[in-house]
């Protein structure tokens, strides 16, 4: 099931092309494992994995999901999540997802997007207890959590607003987040650096066929972050001008698209609404390399938050 969303509806048939579920036994080692991939049957609303050869007893069942079954990832592009390779016997421990990631000569930890986004990985926000007993049906709901979020940045200029290429920006997400356990919390990894998977540069012209104004756009694709207290721990959007040599912003990434919280989305604390949305677009506004301020827009959202450089 996977209704852990802004929109709170399950959308489960809508997206998911290949789950597996993990079933553990009461000392949490790997009793049983099953995956799906048939369009059919995940398609089907309700859709619903059987084990019926559980004896009675109490357990802990995990599951990982992707959008596309594993020949699908496999032809793509680009980094991929790598799911869990269990033997039966495995600790719970041992159920974890992580992403492909490159060492680069300067330094830097970079996943490689290959200009594709990632496949879109869930996985349970616990590992839900199970009790089996005997000759009786149990029925429970595993929930998922969608762990790929993507976001558009867009660069405009006030004052000379046909001044901006895309070309211009080094734009990167840098978090370390790329490694997640059974209970979907992210395990102590590298600092892993995210690079737009497509840039482009759109224009708006006169009735005279004058351009007026352009504007620079990336999107970047990049796996859950952590809302930290201590931001200093947080995921940072950096925006360089390279034309330039200036640093255009250095932002606090989560705690930036948390602000687009309405009042409804307020019950939410700043980690859920950022586990539950995974599309947003920020939209700068900028005065040479200095960005004046931010337009906020969420997904589903249809309402922009602006945020002025003085707030950050």
Same mark, same amino acid.
């Given at each position: 099931?996977?209704?852990?969303?802004?929109?709170?509806?399950?959308?489960?048939?809508?997206?998911?092309?290949?789950?597996?579920?993990?079933?553990?036994?009461?000392?949490?080692?790997? *009793?049983? @494992? /099953?995956?799906?991939?048939? %369009?059919?049957?995940? =398609? !089907?609303?309700?859709? $619903?994995?059987?084990?019926?050869? &559980?004896?009675?007893?109490?357990?802990?069942?995990?599951?990982?999901?992707?959008?596309?079954?594993?020949?699908?990832?496999?032809?793509?592009?680009?980094?991929?999540?790598?799911?869990?390779?269990?033997?039966?016997?495995?600790?719970?421990?041992? *159920?974890? @997802? /992580?992403?492909?990631?490159? %060492?680069?000569?300067? =330094? !830097?930890?970079?996943? $490689?997007?290959?200009?594709?986004? &990632?496949?879109?990985?869930?996985?349970?926000?616990?590992?839900?207890?199970?009790?089996?007993?005997?000759?009786?049906?149990?029925?429970?709901?595993?929930?998922?959590?969608?762990?790929?979020?993507?976001?558009?940045?867009?660069?405009?200029?006030?004052?000379?607003?046909?001044?901006?290429?895309?070309?211009?920006?080094?734009?990167?997400?840098?978090?370390?987040?790329?490694?997640?356990?059974?209970?979907?919390?992210?395990?102590?990894?590298?600092?892993?650096?995210?690079?737009?998977?497509?840039?482009?540069?759109?224009?708006?012209?006169?009735?005279?066929?004058?351009?007026?104004?352009?504007?620079?756009?990336?999107?970047?694709?990049?796996?859950?972050?952590?809302?930290?207290?201590?931001?200093?721990?947080?995921?940072?959007?950096?925006?360089?001008?390279?034309?330039?040599?200036?640093?255009?912003?250095?932002?606090?990434?989560?705690?930036?698209?948390?602000?687009?919280?309405?009042?409804?989305?307020?019950?939410?604390?700043?980690?859920?609404?950022?586990?539950?949305?995974?599309?947003?677009?920020?939209?700068?506004?900028?005065?040479?390399?200095?960005?004046?301020?931010?337009?906020?827009?969420?997904?589903?959202?249809?309402?922009?938050?602006?945020?002025?450089?003085?707030?950050?």
């Amino acid at each position: 099931m996977y209704d852990y969303n802004i929109m709170r509806s399950d959308v489960f048939r809508d997206h998911v092309g290949e789950v597996t579920a993990y079933v553990f036994d009461a000392e949490n080692q790997l *009793l049983a @494992v /099953k995956t799906e991939d048939s %369009p059919t049957l995940l =398609g !089907t609303y309700g859709y $619903e994995m059987v084990f019926d050869d &559980l004896k009675p007893g109490h357990y802990r069942v995990a599951a990982v999901a992707f959008q596309r079954n594993a020949d699908g990832r496999e032809e793509r592009p680009g980094a991929k999540f790598r799911g869990p390779e269990l033997t039966l016997g495995d600790p719970i421990e041992e *159920l974890q @997802v /992580k992403l492909d990631r490159q %060492p680069m000569p300067d =330094g !830097t930890t970079q996943v $490689e997007h290959l200009s594709v986004a &990632l496949d879109t990985l869930w996985m349970n926000y616990e590992a839900h207890p199970v009790e089996i007993i005997d000759q009786q049906i149990t029925q429970e709901t595993i929930g998922l959590m969608r762990d790929t979020k993507n976001l558009t940045v867009s660069l405009r200029q006030i004052d000379q607003p046909t001044d901006i290429d895309c070309q211009d920006f080094d734009i990167r997400i840098t978090d370390r987040n790329g490694w997640f356990g059974p209970d979907n919390q992210p395990l102590a990894d590298d600092l892993l650096t995210y690079t737009p998977y497509a840039a482009w540069n759109t224009e708006f012209n006169d009735d005279e066929g004058v351009v007026v104004q352009r504007a620079a756009h990336a999107d970047l694709s990049y796996p859950r972050i952590m809302y930290h207290e201590d931001w200093r721990k947080n995921a940072r959007l950096t925006i360089f001008n390279k034309r330039t040599q200036t640093m255009v912003a250095d932002i606090n990434l989560p705690d930036i698209l948390a602000q687009g919280r309405n009042s409804q989305e307020l019950q939410y604390s700043p980690q859920e609404f950022l586990d539950r949305e995974h599309t947003y677009k920020l939209d700068f506004f900028l005065k040479g390399d200095t960005w004046d301020y931010v337009e906020l827009r969420i997904s589903v959202l249809s309402w922009a938050v602006r945020i002025d450089n003085v707030n950050l």
